[in-house]
């Protein structure tokens, strides 16, 4: 069974550069660990094609991902738009509803006023005569689904 290298720190916690893995400037490769590239205006595992190759492709890969952003705003742009006009279309029901509320409260005021006992009356019978018809029509389809 073979044990994998490991290179004696020296004085300056340096590996000697005859160590495996040791490279000119002093820095140690590590498994999945990607290398620094050194000082020179050339790093000498890569060419200036490759380098250039890899800025393109970086390049390209930022292009797309602002175009998806742009395209992201421009969704998100549209969907706030009719948001607002779904609020806008709410809030004109319901101040119409509101003014049809305040225009029937203003008519049972003045009935109110005007009218008497009587017509309390007559309202109040107007009103159970319709719950009854209700109920027999509810209560009379009930009966007919179910035979």
Known sequence: MAFPYRPVPTSSGVPPPSAPGAFSNGITSRPGARSSPS???TPSSMSAFTMERQNDEH?????EKAAMLKHLTLNLGDEIQESNRFLDQMNTTFTTTDGL?????????????AGGANLWCYLTLFILAVFFVLYFF???GKRKGSA
Do not use: E, F, P
């Not at 390049?59 to 292009?63: G, P």
């Open 138 to 140: 509810v209560v009379g």
């Open 39 to 41: 000082t020179s205006s």
């Open 59 to 63: 390049v390209d890969r930022l292009h």
């Open 101 to 113: 509320l305040a225009s029937a409260s203003r008519r049972l005021r003045g009935l109110r006023r």
